[in-house]
Nanobody, 121 residues
Framework: QVQLVESGGGLVQAGGSLRLSCAAS????????MGWSRQAPGKQRELVAA???????NYGDSVKGRFIISRDNAKNTVYLQMNSLKPEDTAVYYC???????????????WGKGTLVTVSS
């Protein structure tokens, strides 16, 4: 079993910063890409940022220049540094790990349960 647990969400004023963390645990051999998606009320889930095992990154247009994704492969952990936050960044943020190889030689994608980020104006 593989589990992803997010932390770091909360309430922040517009212009402020938050750092999200997501730790993956279980019978993991290797995690390929990791990333963050978000879902605001009444909207579809959207990709925020993703990072490959080698550190290649991809960002959603709405967060480019403000958010930074990073990871620690030794800790199976991905981070999201969110700066210059805006009220429209308010959403539940979900961590995901893509193509996770386990000791059972299974390859699957996994999602966390989400952490709420609220940005007040």
């Amino acid at each position: 079993q593989v589990q992803l647990v997010e932390s770091g969400g909360g309430l922040v004023q517009a212009g402020g910063s938050l750092r999200l963390s997501c730790a993956a645990s279980g019978n993991i051999l290797r995690i390929n890409a990791m990333g963050w998606s978000r879902q605001a009320p009444g909207k579809q889930r959207e990709l925020v940022a993703a990072i490959t095992r080698r550190g290649g990154t991809n960002y959603g247009d709405s967060v480019k220049g403000r958010f930074i994704i990073s990871r620690d492969n030794a800790k199976n952990t991905v981070y999201l540094q969110m700066n210059s936050l805006k009220p429209e960044d308010t959403a539940v943020y979900y961590c995901h790990a893509d193509s996770v190889v386990t000791t059972d030689q299974d390859v699957m994608d996994y999602w966390g349960k989400g952490t709420l980020v609220t940005v007040s104006s």
